[in-house]
């Protein structure tokens, strides 16, 4: 799941938390800054705290790159 998209977003990833905030907001600040942008990362914490199947949490993970990339 390493696109070339989430590899450039992982560079940005620090204006892009504010939008993941938006997305998954049982996720803290932190949290989200130590993913640092990796999608397997914050795949498992969405997974984890929402507890949704890896699939689902994949998914979702994707589509929000998808609509944030620049």
């Known amino acids: 799941m390493n696109t070339p998209t989430m590899e450039s977003m992982?560079?940005?990833w620090k204006q892009q938390v504010g939008a993941a905030k938006?997305?998954?907001?049982?996720?803290?600040?932190?949290e989200l800054l130590k993913v640092e942008g990796?999608?397997?990362k914050l795949a498992g914490l969405v997974q984890?705290?929402?507890?949704?199947?890896r699939d689902e949490a994949d998914k979702q993970v994707q589509d929000f790159f998808d609509?944030?990339?620049s």
């Open 10 to 12: 992982k560079g940005q």
């Open 22 to 30: 938006i997305a998954w907001g049982k996720l803290t600040d932190d």
């Open 38 to 40: 990796h999608a397997q």
């Open 48 to 53: 984890e705290r929402y507890a949704i199947t």
């Open 67 to 69: 609509k944030n990339k």
